[in-house]
Nanobody, 124 residues
């Protein structure tokens, strides 16, 4: 079993930056593919970014490409999402997710474990 805890959300002005962290329990974190998703009330959860087990491959949604960076530190059991040049439309609850088997994916049904989410609000 893996527990994921996100942190780093908050209120920021448009154009600003935030860094989200997702700390994972368990000794097998380094074997998991990790993803970030986000959800706005009344809408479906959407893919943001994912990273493979060793950080060698990453992939981003078009809406965040060039502004967000996903990374991981397996020694600290943590995955990060650096968000720069934030826009009001980035406002959402951000979730991290872990996939125990298989490669990183942009399909949320492929992930086995989810965090509780952290709110990001970008004011205009």
């Amino acid at each position: 079993q893996v527990q994921l805890v996100e942190s780093g959300g908050g209120l920021v002005q448009a154009g600003g930056s935030l860094r989200l962290s997702c700390a994972a329990s368990g000794r097998t974190f380094s074997s998991y593919a990790m993803g970030w998703f986000r959800q706005v009330p009344g809408k479906e959860r959407e893919f943001v970014a994912h990273i493979n087990w060793d950080g060698g491959r990453t992939y981003y949604a078009d809406s965040v490409k060039g502004r967000f960076t996903i990374s991981r530190d397996n020694a600290k059991n943590t995955v990060y999402l650096q968000m720069d040049r934030l826009k009001p439309e980035d406002t959402a609850v951000y979730y991290c997710a872990a996939r125990a088997l298989g490669s990183a994916s942009y399909y949320e049904h492929n992930y086995n474990y989810w965090g509780q989410g952290t709110q990001v609000t970008v004011s205009s």
